[in-house]
T-cell receptor
Framework: SAVISQKPSRDICQRGTSLTIQCQVD?????MFWYRQQPGQSLTLIAT?????????ESGFVIDKFPISRPNLTFSTLTVSNMSPEDSSIYLC???????????FGSGTRLTVV | DAKTTQPPSMDCAEGRAANLPCNHS???????VYWYRQIHSQGPQYIIH???NNETNEMASLIITEDRKSSTLILPHATLRDTAVYYC????????????????FGQGTILTVHP
């Protein structure tokens, strides 16, 4: 089963700046998913990241705001660009664990924009 | 993927069985039912999934109705640590279950286990 290390666990950032969130997986995975969880809300998928190709973004999310890198099969980054207070959320990455075990999620990055 | 409907909140006494319902009346024949939970300030945790038959693992049991339009997650002996938001999700897996598509989360059920 896959184990995910997500960094940073939390950060407080100034508006207008950018933050890059890292996800490191202990095994090779084809697909990685990035989610956002706004305060008191459920999870919303931002994009799907495949190694060697551009990420696929969900409706309402654009590459300029949330650029994603996927340089190899064990690592991915999500950048939250030009942040505003509305970007204050928990950001999570997720990978498939195999048919019998569903998906594993990282512990999340709690972002506060001031 | 089909939409799911869950009650917003439920209570359960510690040691009792917690039965969490989920409606998925528009589920397709090739869609699986997945259950996840999210304990406060943590990432979601996989619990169980199934297609047609009832399933059981070390965490829970999943009962799917014969018409597959609804299901129930059963935590047989709830503990205080089971207090969490429980999400019921339906999604497609391809033949053999090798497709790892996206999960679409609804609002879930807040389960509170009290002493």
């Amino acid at each position: 089963s896959a184990v995910i290390s997500q960094k940073p666990s939390r950060d407080i950032c100034q508006r207008g700046t950018s933050l890059t969130i890292q996800c490191q997986v202990d095994s090779q995975v084809t697909m990685m998913f990035w989610y956002r969880q706004q305060p008191g809300q459920s999870l919303t998928l931002i994009a799907t990241a495949n190694q060697g190709s551009e990420a696929t973004y969900e409706s309402g999310f654009v590459i300029d705001k949330f650029p994603i890198s996927r340089p190899n099969l064990t690592f991915s980054t999500l950048t939250v660009s030009n942040m505003s207070p509305e970007d204050s959320s928990i950001y999570l990455c997720s990978v498939p664990r195999g048919l019998e075990y569903g998906y594993t999620f990282g512990s999340g990055t709690r972002l506060t924009v001031v | 993927d089909a939409k799911t409907t869950q009650p917003p909140s439920m209570d359960c006494a510690e040691g009792r069985a917690a039965n969490l319902p989920c409606n998925h009346s528009t589920i397709s024949g090739n869609e699986y039912v997945y259950w996840y939970r999210q304990i406060h300030s943590q990432g979601p945790q996989y619990i169980i999934h199934g297609l047609k038959n009832n399933e059981t693992n070390e965490m829970a049991s999943l009962i799917i109705t014969e018409d597959r339009k609804s299901s129930t997650l059963i935590l047989p002996h709830a503990t205080l640590r089971d207090t969490a938001v429980y999400y019921c999700i339906v999604r497609v897996d391809n033949a053999g279950g090798t497709s790892y598509g996206k999960l679409t989360f609804g609002q879930g059920t807040i389960l509170t286990v009290h002493p």
